[in-house]
Structures are given as structure tokens and as C-alpha cells.
């Protein structure tokens, strides 16, 4: 298997701008999970779902954030408006058992 | 409440032992666990160990647990640079009905020639 798969690999856009960030979990892998890490807050997660559906999303930080799975393939991170405090790297990860996770390579966002 | 602290850095030479530390507060964790992060990359599971155990050992990883205390040690023998990394503690807790991973901060270890 590939492993956790994340694109872009990294994103430079500017404030305001829509962001979207795509993660292909393993195959047979029935959780996925949103991270973000930064310096300063260390990694957080954001929001996992289990079989699609969002079990936790008590991390997300505001309403410009929303994450979707439309299929047990494919997960997306959306912000909408983007701003510079959104700065950080975004890790998808997925696991067959909740706790045992594995991270993809992660996705480096930059907002001008 | 749910928190997991470790200290931030750590440095050692090549050769000697690592010992990273680390506490936690949930007593209904069911798993901790070891990550390793290198520079630009996610984060790779190292090791787990089941909360009923004292200790694991998995080649040159030693993962030893004090339940009464909430406190984890990893060890690393004959550290090597390659070891270099950014080490990462975690505990799932169990919720009313979710499980849920609390990561702590982080311990960067650094690995001298």
C-alpha cells in the first residue's frame, strides 16, 4: 500500500483565498483523521471520521473550516476565507483500529 | 481532564542511552503510544503499549509504564543521528462513546557525533 496520501505537498496563497486540501487514507482504513501542527500550539486534531462519518469535530477551529468525506477514498480540509494565523502543516492520518494511526507526509500551508 | 506533557528537548551523544519521559492524567487510557517524527515528515508509530503492562521492549526501544505514577519512558539504546527526531507520547482515552488520541507536545532529541 502507498500509505496515507496528501496533496498539494505544499500551498502559498493569499488571505481570503479558498483552500482545499485532499487526503487518500489507506485502503481498509475506516477512521480518518485531521491534524494541524504548528510551533506554537504543538499538533491538534481537528476533526475524524469513522466509516465517513464525523465522530469528533470539536477541534475545528471556526466556521471557515469544514472537512468532508464523500467515500471511504477521499477526505477533504477546506478554509474558506483563508487567513495568515491558518499557517501550519496539515497531516491527514488513517487507522483501521482508533488508535493506531498512520500519518500521511502532511500538506505546508502558507497564507500571505 | 485529558493532558500529556513531556519535556522539549533532549540532548545526547552517540552511543549512550536516550531516555524520554512523559505524563499523562486520564487513568482510563486504554493504550499509550510512541511516535517519531523526522524533519518534514508525518509522524510514524514507534511503539504502543497496552495500559495492563509494565513494559515492552522491541529491539532497542524499552517502553516502560508506571500506572500509579501516569508516567511513560521510552529509551533508546546506543542512540544513533538517525535518532534524531521530534518523539511524540500519546494515551487514547475512552469517551461515552468515541475513543479519542490525546497527543503531547513533543520531545525534540537531538543526537550529538
Known amino acids: 500500500d502507498a500509505g496515507v496520501i496528501q496533496s498539494p505537498r505544499h500551498e502559498v496563497t493569499e488571505m481570503g483565498q479558498e483552500v482545499t486540501l485532499r487526503c487518500k487514507p489507506i485502503s481498509g482504513h475506516d477512521y480518518l483523521f485531521w491534524y494541524r501542527q504548528t510551533m506554537m500550539r504543538g499538533l491538534e486534531l481537528l476533526i475524524y471520521f469513522n466509516n465517513n462519518v464525523p465522530i469528533d469535530d470539536s477541534g475545528m477551529p471556526e466556521d471557515r473550516f469544514s472537512a468532508k468525506m464523500p467515500n471511504a477514498s477521499f477526505s477533504t480540509l477546506k478554509i474558506q476565507p483563508s487567513e495568515p494565523r491558518d499557517s501550519a502543516v496539515y497531516f491527514c492520518?488513517?487507522?483501521?483500529?482508533?488508535?493506531?494511526?498512520?500519518f500521511g507526509p502532511g500538506t505546508r500551508l502558507l497564507v500571505l | 481532564g485529558e493532558d500529556v506533557e513531556q519535556s522539549l528537548f533532549l540532548s545526547v551523544r552517540e552511543g549512550d542511552s536516550s531516555v524520554i519521559n512523559c505524563t499523562y492524567t486520564d487513568s482510563s487510557s486504554t493504550y499509550l503510544y510512541w511516535y517519531k517524527q523526522e524533519p518534514g515528515a508525518g509522524l510514524q508509530l514507534l511503539t504502543y503499549?497496552?495500559?495492563?503492562?509494565d513494559m515492552k521492549q522491541d529491539q532497542r526501544l524499552t517502553v516502560l509504564l508506571n500506572k500509579k505514577d501516569k508516567h511513560l519512558s521510552l529509551r533508546i539504546a546506543d542512540t544513533q543521528t538517525g535518532d534524531s527526531a521530534i518523539y511524540f507520547c500519546?494515551?487514547?482515552?475512552?469517551?461515552?462513546?468515541?475513543?479519542?488520541?490525546?497527543f503531547g507536545p513533543g520531545t525534540s532529541l537531538s543526537v550529538i557525533p
Open positions: 503499549i497496552f495500559s495492563n503492562m
Open positions: 500519546a494515551e487514547s482515552i475512552m469517551k461515552t462513546s468515541y475513543d479519542k488520541v490525546i
Open positions: 492520518a488513517s487507522s483501521f483500529l482508533v488508535e493506531t494511526q498512520y
